[in-house]
């Protein structure tokens, strides 16, 4: 996958993503705090699917889109933590 950021002055940043399969996505991350999606649908480049967030329903969808819960990332952040600070004492 590729992912290039460039920033739209006065509006945020813009982040343009390539899958592996090349469909092609489009994610504005506005100064604001809301967030806007666009789909490329394959094979069209002139066609786009737009889709507005709120920076809420954005956390919602990123949540989902995790390939590990968020609370089973964390326990594993704490037991790293817990061995730097092992570590540490030694």
């Known amino acids: 996958m590729e992912i290039t950021q460039t920033t739209v002055p006065g509006a945020g940043k813009l982040h343009d993503i390539v899958t592996?399969?090349?469909?092609?996505?489009?994610?504005?991350?506005?100064?604001?705090?809301?967030?806007?999606?666009?789909?490329?649908?394959?094979?069209?480049?002139?066609?786009?699917?737009?889709?507005?967030?709120?920076?809420?329903?954005?956390?919602?969808?990123?949540g989902i889109l995790h390939s590990r819960p968020v609370p089973a990332r964390l326990r594993d952040l704490e037991r790293r933590v817990a061995r730097l600070e092992q570590a540490g004492a030694s």
């Open 20 to 62: 592996r399969a090349g469909r092609r996505l489009r994610i504005l991350v506005e100064n604001g705090g809301g967030r806007e999606a666009y789909l490329y649908p394959h094979g069209d480049e002139g066609a786009v699917i737009s889709l507005a967030l709120e920076p809420d329903e954005a956390d919602a969808i990123a």
